[in-house]
């Protein structure tokens, strides 16, 4: 094996041995955050976790500055999704100096995006990630013509359903609820037609519904295997 060999082999080596570290380091930074909900945690594992909060976030903030400094494009890298990912996953660290706490806390909640950092270093995350980039276009006119057929079918039940039952049906915003609940074939029963028109136009909206829940599988199959060639082939 030549030098050039063992040098390239050497290197791939370390990037598999820093990548699984930090893949473990965010797995155990996610629990950590778990473990923080639990009521009437002693002091010290508070404050053993508050320590290890500060030693995550040194990691997590040397590795994004080491790869804003390497990056050759450095605007293109804090903007792209991996640089948003990497830069959400310290700020709530750092917003929260000298603040209180309860003010931001929903700012804590950006902890989580850490565990998008998975994607980088994981070839199936990796490939899902372009995956969706693949079908962003069709996704997005999906979204778009999902929240239509939300509205529409607010409206619809609003309707049918306003006079028989003013309390539960009182608007079309109030309407939103039912008609996500049942768009997405969850049903829980908490808000149902009694008319009959309401009963046939629901019937209508859970057929839409199983369309909503299936196409955005196909499109994100159809673009797993456009991803899996482009791999193959590169």
């Not at 060999?5 to 473990?24: C, M, N, P, Y």
């Not at 979204?143 to 003013?166: D, K, M, N, R, W």
């Not at 199959?221 to 899996?228: I, P, Y």
């Amino acid at each position: 094996m030549s030098g050039d060999e063992a040098t390239e082999t050497s290197s791939e080596r370390a990037d598999k041995v820093f990548g699984l570290a930090i893949q473990v380091l965010i797995v155990l930074s996610v629990v950590a955050f778990s473990i923080e909900t639990l009521p009437n945690l002693s002091s010290s594992s508070k404050r053993l976790l508050r320590y290890f909060e500060w030693f995550t976030v040194s990691i997590f903030t040397v590795e994004y500055l080491v790869r804003v400094v390497l990056a050759k494009n450095k605007i293109a890298f804090v903007t792209s999704f991996f640089g948003v990912v990497d830069l959400l996953s310290i700020l709530p660290f750092y917003l929260s100096m000298g603040l209180d706490l309860r003010s931001i806390r929903i700012l804590r909640i950006l902890r989580l995006f850490r565990i998008l950092k998975l994607a980088r270093y994981t070839k199936a995350l990796d490939r899902f990630a372009r995956a969706i980039a693949i079908a962003r276009e069709e996704l997005a006119i999906y979204l778009v013509l999902t929240f239509f057929v939300i509205y529409l079918s607010a409206v619809g039940i609003y309707f049918c359903e306003h006079q028989a039952q003013p309390e539960n049906f009182r608007s079309v915003f109030h309407c939103l609820w039912w008609a996500v609940v049942t768009l997405t074939t969850v049903g829980y029963g908490d808000i149902y037609p009694i008319t009959i028109g309401g009963r046939i136009f629901t019937f209508l909206v859970l057929l839409a519904g199983l369309g909503i829940v299936s196409v955005p599988a196909g499109m994100i199959a159809t673009a797993l295997s456009e991803a899996r060639a482009d791999e193959r082939d590169r």
